[in-house]
């Protein structure tokens, strides 16, 4: 996976109960799906519910975000 695919996700891309990413901006344009680790789905939760603890979110929110420094 790549930087920009990563910081491209949205909330609505990343499926936590079936472990699985939607890479939707691919380089190449075409969409693919990512199975994810067990324990990559884990942090990927905590990531989320600790989020919505500061902000609320919706589904195309970016997945990752930043209070301190601008997403590239």
């Known amino acids: ?3 920009s695919e990563a910081l491209s ?3 609505s891309d990343v ?3 079936r472990s699985i990413l939607i890479i939707r901006r691919t380089k190449f344009g075409k969409s693919r799906s990512i199975v994810l680790h067990p324990s990559t789905s884990k942090a990927l939760h905590q990531y989320l519910n600790q989020r919505k603890l500061t902000r609320a979110a919706s589904d195309e929110d ?3 975000s930043s209070d301190y420094a ?3």
């Open 15 to 17: 499926d936590l109960r």
């Open 1 to 3: 996976m790549r930087i």
């Open 62 to 64: 970016a997945y990752f």
């Open 70 to 72: 601008p997403m590239y």
């Open 9 to 11: 996700l949205r909330i």
